[in-house]
């Protein structure tokens, strides 16, 4: 304000104008405000909106310093702020300070995105090229502490304050404000007081950091957070410059870096990390400091990061002469990438290395983020004489020279013609509700192309049997690569062709809940496919067999159903399950069997829910063997409920027959002579045809003849004797069956 002592201030709504005389100068000059008999004067003014200004000395500028301060406030959780910093031209000469004051209304981490242009931190003596010095101010519940100071352009890209703090920019009198645009947004819960985000440059530099109130000492109890993004194709290495230990009362101080999820953390007097690729964090924590003892210092650390360029070029011979049977396939993940790759010297953006070949390959600054790798190995026979018993499902040992960079392996299996493939391990299906947490994802795809789903390692399924050729795959799911060193997960086995589509065996141990879903789920089964569970239980233990969800199709033609049967034939007993019941108990190991039809629209799925509990009382349990369950399917499934001489059950099918999944024939019971399975002596018709009498009654009610329909037995009601030519006979003896084909009860193939 040359040769002026007053002007004019404008102040808009939001804006607080400081003016404060420097005491060091030993002035007298006061500022006044306003008008006639409203005006304030005194060494200190705070000002909120516009106003005359004027000054009792000629030389104010000398004397007094301005700080202009806006506020940013955040009501709600949607807060965003575009700060763009202008000079305030009234006070140009004065010595001025532009503070962005960050509040809300409730605990919330404020994140200041300085944008590609970033600042560079320095030691708070030091001043900027340009004279424009920003300064960061953390809040905490009862006081601040000052982040650091810094100038523009610089690896930190942003900075998140919790609790709110304060963005300053000094400008010397008579410099412009040169400040740049920056942006205010709620961020992300933190645990630390501050998190730093740094990109350092693509360029072999080195950028230095301070811990917070330095060369003062940072008491925090919560470490302070820098997070560090290494460029391509760079390494980052962390030295230590200078730092102050304090006297502490409970553990120590340390700096811990985190990577990929581990974490490494290391004394300050010790050697630090270097040679970093890719991402990594480091905390700075403090210890439990004596305050007590006189002249106690607190923590602080003065660090520099420095970056070089990796020159990394690799000759890589592959060999597979010897094997003819697998394939490897490396392809670039983007196009664009600066890496190399070739070929037998062509270079390419995906090569292939073909079996019973030696191929030449060259890796060109790659990384192992750049590439994608894949592995296809071939296992099968088409000759039972040529099929071993078992073979290992492992990843194919693979060239060290190789990049880290297997994200999938595709397993090919054929057996002869009417087989079986058969995979045994531990291993569980991947649903929604129960998602894998491993690191390794299989996917079973039948010689139809059919998905049977996603499985993971450690389960409570270990056989699975499906028909013909199949396709297992094995792929990451963490974001790491699976291991190019023998790793075994399954075995994988053939055997004769079975009745089913697909058989799946799960032993469940105790107190245990599982999930069964049909195959494909969600998206439905194969049309007119079916699939067995078979599932043992230990003794004295109640299986809670629960249909949670089912979903029906519009068949063209057939019909779906879904059958619970009991493993052990010897203890044939039974009661009728209730129509669209979802629930039964289980005191033996049983199966349950799923059949589509083919769909016209819509698909067929069923999810099942098997939870173990101890048996509590056996005259109480439901025991179930080959009988329909109608769970809400569009089947006519007709139960026969059957009282045996000397206290025994059996089931009559007339629209299909009963069957032990993957089991050649009943097992035969140890007193044959005393099942007498084939001998019925009684029939419940109302629950056998109870729908029909239903319908029967409603068309006699009206008058109407009701056709195709079933009419009660008016006949004799005693029991048949034996014909003449069969009486004398001894029962239980085997004799040959002489009657129709078409009368005889089928049973199952074997799987084993």
């Not at 003016?19 to 005194?42: F, H, P, Q, Y």
């Not at 670039?332 to 953006?349: G, I």
Request: proline residues 6%.
């Amino acid at each position: 304000m040359p040769d002026s002592r007053t002007a004019a201030l404008t102040v808009d709504k939001g804006t607080e104008v400081h003016l404060n005389r420097s005491e060091a100068t030993g002035s007298k000059c006061t500022a006044c405000a306003g008008s006639g008999t409203r005006t304030r004067c005194a060494s200190s003014l705070l000002l909120t909106s516009s106003c005359a200004l004027r000054f009792t000395c000629s030389n104010p500028e000398e004397v007094f310093t301005a700080e202009i301060i806006r506020h940013i406030e955040c009501p709600s959780k949607i807060c965003r702020h575009a700060v763009v910093p202008t000079d305030f031209q009234p006070l140009f000469v004065f010595n001025r300070t532009f503070s962005w004051s960050m509040r809300a209304h409730v605990r919330t981490p404020f994140h200041v995105n300085f944008g590609r242009t970033g600042l560079s931190q320095i030691l708070p003596t030091k001043s900027c090229p340009n004279a424009n010095t920003y300064s960061l101010v953390a809040a905490e519940r009862t006081s601040t502490f000052h982040l650091g100071s810094f100038c523009q352009n610089g690896p930190i890209s942003g900075i998140i304050i919790l609790n709110g703090g304060r963005v300053s920019i000094r400008v010397p009198g008579g410099n412009r404000l040169e400040g740049k645009p920056f942006e205010v947004l709620w961020a992300k819960d933190i645990k630390s007081p501050a998190v730093i985000h740094v990109q350092l440059p693509e360029e072999v530099a080195s950028s230095e950091f301070f811990s917070p109130n330095y060369p003062n000492s940072f008491y925090h109890s919560d470490p302070m957070m820098w997070h560090f993004q290494v460029p391509r194709h760079y390494n980052a290495t962390v030295k230590l410059l200078s730092y102050t230990e304090p006297r502490c009362l409970t553990g120590q101080p340390e700096v811990a870096y985190g990577q990929n999820g581990t974490l490494t953390v290391k004394k300050l007097g010790d050697r630090q990390p270097d040679k970093v690729h890719g991402a990594f964090s480091l905390g700075l924590r403090s210890c439990q400091v004596d305050m007590k003892q006189p002249n106690t210092s607190g923590l602080s650390l003065h660090f520099k990061v420095s970056t070089v360029k990796m020159n990394q070029s690799v000759l890589c011979n592959v060999d597979l002469r010897d094997e003819d049977r697998v394939t490897l396939l490396i392809e670039k993940k983007d196009p664009r990438s600066s890496c190399v790759l070739k070929l037998d010297d062509k270079t390419q953006n995906a090569i292939i290395a073909h079996p019973q070949k030696m191929s030449y390959l060259f890796f060109g600054d790659c990384l192992d983020g750049d590439l994608l790798m894949t592995v296809n190995k071939t296992i099968g026979c088409q000759q039972w004489k040529d099929c071993p018993k078992s073979l290992q499902l492992s990843v194919p040992t693979l060239e060290r020279c190789l990049p880290k960079a297997l994200h999938r392996v595709f397993w090919n299996v054929y057996g002869p013609v009417h087989s079986t493939v058969a995979l045994s391990g531990g291993f569980r299906q991947s649903l929604p509700n129960k998602p894998c947490n491993g690191s390794v994802l299989f996917e079973l795809t039948d010689r139809s192309g059919m998905a049977l789903g996603h499985f993971c390692r450690y389960g409570v399924i270990n056989n699975v049997q499906f028909g013909g050729n199949a396709i297992i795959t094995a792929s990451e799911t963490t974001g790491k690569f699976l291991s190019q060193t023998f790793q075994t997960f399954f075995k994988v086995s053939f055997v004769k062709e079975v009745r089913e589509d697909y058989v799946f065996t799960a032993k469940l141990k105790n107190m245990t809940t599982v999930f069964l879903a049909s195959p494909g789920w969600p998206e439905g089964m194969k049309a007119l496919s079916n699939v067995s569970w078979v599932v043992t239980i230990p003794p004295k233990m109640d299986a809670h067999l629960t249909f949670r969800n089912i979903s029906q199709p519009k068949c063209r033609s057939g019909q779906t159903s879904v059958t619970v049967g009991m493993l052990d034939a010897k203890n044939l007993r039974y009661t009728e399950g209730k129509e669209a019941t979802n629930s039964l108990v289980l005191s033996e190991s049983f199966y349950i069997n799923m059949s589509n039809c083919l769909p016209e629209k819509g698909v067929f799925s069923v999810m099942s829910e098997v939870t173990l509990q101890k048996t509590q009382n056996k005259l109480l349990i439901i025991i179930l063997a080959v009988v329909g369950v109608l769970l809400a399917v569009a089947v006519l499934a007709v139960v026969c409920v059957v009282m045996k001489k000397r206290k025994k059950a059996a089931t009559c099918n007339p629209k299909g027959r009963a069957f032990l999944p993957g089991i050649e024939k009943y097992p035969k019971s140890s007193d044959q002579q005393e099942e007498d399975l084939h001998i019925y002596t009684d029939i419940d018709e109302t629950l056998v045809y109870g729908h029909l009498l239903k319908t029967l009654e409603v068309q006699e009610k009206h008058g109407t003849t009701a056709v195709d329909v079933y009419r009660p037995f008016v006949g004799p009601t005693e029991p048949l004797r034996d014909p003449p030519e069969m009486e004398g006979l001894q029962v239980g003896v085997y004799r040959p069956f002489t009657g129709s084909a078409e009368s005889s009860l089928p049973t199952p193939q074997t799987s084993t």
